[in-house]
């Protein structure tokens, strides 16, 4: 698919002027003058002049021609209301009506195969490039990144932008020295008339596109499916929101472009764009992409409900959302200790300590400590300190679903320690995640610390370093020798 990415941009608006009917061959002569409206915000919004129409009701499909001369598709159910004004004996009434899903550049149906997509993800160069990767050949040389998964091959490639090099080189570059800048042109000259048929270009910037060519011929719902997957995996690994920049599809022989209702929030638009300027904790050069995307296409069902929290992040909680959060992420805890025991003998009173000591970084479990509960910090060993954990976690968990139980926990904690705790348990879910997806354990930490940055003072730092040394004292040992090295 040659389409560019430029040719469209999802986070713009869009309006279109056309005319319009139903997909099925006895309707075509219905036509409906109307306009569509597109934004990430309000989706796909069409408003239509219905003039003696009497359309088939709970429909999904509205196909059209725009005045651009596009064909289109509107997807999506749809009522028409029957309550029609009379005027100059002819019935008319206008209607507003949200679709799922435009397509433009083909006319199509709810079950009209699609035999590849191509689409870009904000922010998947970050993962890619790190710092000055983008000027380095060896890192460019790597792509396209060919994977299998289960909708088909996915193969992640780069695109270039360029600026031609003008015939006086030294024009772009601040040279001091007047004799080495004379050299430079003079060399330059001399390449060019050597090679004349080259065309001599400096790299502006790089793109990154995934094309997805399905195993099997699938309708545009499931072909969605297989963008939402992506655009999941690539929140979590750089946490934070993830949505497709451009999305084309592949008819047959002919292409066409995939507009999708989203309703997003305008400050998860403007997280969803924000660039991080410092390297990912995870990335293209420590991990295996190949494994992990495969392991998380296989499962990604099982995380949808989770990872709605970092997609749709709008950076404000009010109090009832943090404490819904704390009941779904303790929920996910349970679901965690109830995996491990279909495999391995995990008792029923230890179903939060065993994923807050295995997934749970260790300045974490001192952080939730801290906070729930700081008399057990007194305890020397990292075992008992979970015990206490789990422990408190199920007493917090029914502190905030039982109205008339006595609030031990609660009445001790501010809003801001809540959303600290939702925090530390969020992170502990994503450590089960990658440690499922294959990420290494010492990555999975640096992740957790890197994406949850809390504001200490020195002594609390240095309480905190010897509770540590105090509870994982191995772990200490280990970050010390990674230090020395």
């Keep these: 698919m040659t389409m560019s990415s430029e040719d469209m941009n999802l986070f713009k ?153 003008p015939n006086n080189i030294t024009s772009i570059l601040h040279i001091q020295n007047k004799k080495a800048q004379e050299e430079l042109q003079f060399a330059y000259e001399q390449i060019k008339e050597k090679y004349p048929q080259v065309s001599f270009e400096v790299r502006k910037d790089v793109t990154c596109f995934i094309n997805l060519n399905f195993l099997k011929e699938c309708n545009l719902y499931q072909a969605f499916e297989a963008i939402t997957h992506s655009s999941n995996l690539f929140a979590l690994l750089l946490h934070k929101p993830v949505f497709p920049k451009s999305i084309f599809l592949k008819i047959g022989d002919k292409k066409a472009k995939l507009y999708p209702s989203l309703f997003l929030h305008k400050r998860t638009i403007k997280f969803s764009k924000e660039k991080q300027h410092y390297p990912l904790p995870i990335n293209i050069s420590n991990i295996t992409l190949s494994s992990i995307i495969s392991n998380w296409f296989e499962n990604a069902d099982q995380y949808s409900l989770f990872i709605t929290n970092i ?63 700081p008399k057990i910090l007194g305890k020397k060993s990292s075992k008992i300190l979970a015990n206490y954990l789990g422990k408190s976690i199920s007493d917090l968990r029914n502190e905030i679903l039982h109205p008339k139980r006595e609030k031990t926990i609660l009445q001790k904690l501010k809003i801001y320690d809540l959303y600290l705790i939702s925090k530390y348990l969020q992170m502990t879910i994503i450590g089960y995640v990658l440690t499922t997806l294959g990420v290494e354990k010492n990555l999975i930490q640096k992740y957790q610390e890197s994406f ?34």
């Excluded at 870009?120 to 396209?144: V, Y």
């Excluded at 000591?357 to 479990?365: L, M, V």
């Excluded at 003072?457 to 020798?481: C, G, N, S, V, Y």
């Design 13 to 165: 608006n869009y309006n279109w002027f056309g005319e319009f009917y139903p997909f099925s061959p006895e309707e075509k002569n219905k036509k409906i003058p109307g306009e569509i409206k597109f934004s990430f915000e309000d989706g796909i919004e069409f408003e239509g002049l219905f003039i003696d129409s009497d359309l088939q009701e709970n429909s999904n499909v509205l196909c059209g021609i725009l005045n651009s001369g596009d064909k289109c598709t509107l997807l999506g159910k749809y009522n028409v209301d029957k309550n029609s004004s009379e005027k100059n004996g002819r019935l008319f009434h206008s209607k507003k009506i949200i679709f799922e899903h435009l397509v433009i550049g083909e006319h199509l149906t709810k079950d009209t195969k699609i035999s590849s997509l191509k689409f870009t993800l904000t922010n998947l160069e970050e993962f890619f490039f790190l710092k000055d990767w983008l000027h380095k050949p060896e890192f460019l040389e790597k792509f396209p990144y060919k994977i299998e998964t289960r909708f088909g091959e996915m193969e992640i490639q780069m695109q270039e932008k360029v600026n031609t090099i």
């Design 452 to 485: 949850f940055y809390e504001e200490k003072t020195k002594k609390q730092k240095e309480e905190e370093r010897e509770l540590l040394i105090l509870h994982f004292p191995k772990q200490d040992k280990i970050q010390a020798e990674k230090k020395n090295n």
């Design 311 to 373: 997609q749709f992040n709008t950076g404000y909680k009010r109090a009832y959302n943090i404490r819904a959060d704390i009941v779904l992420y303790i929920t996910i805890l349970d679901f965690i200790s109830k995996r491990k025991r279909e495999r391995e003998r995990v008792k029923e009173k230890e179903k939060y300590k065993y994923p807050l000591s295995e997934y749970c970084c260790p300045k974490f479990q001192i952080r939730l400590a801290q906070k729930l509960n």
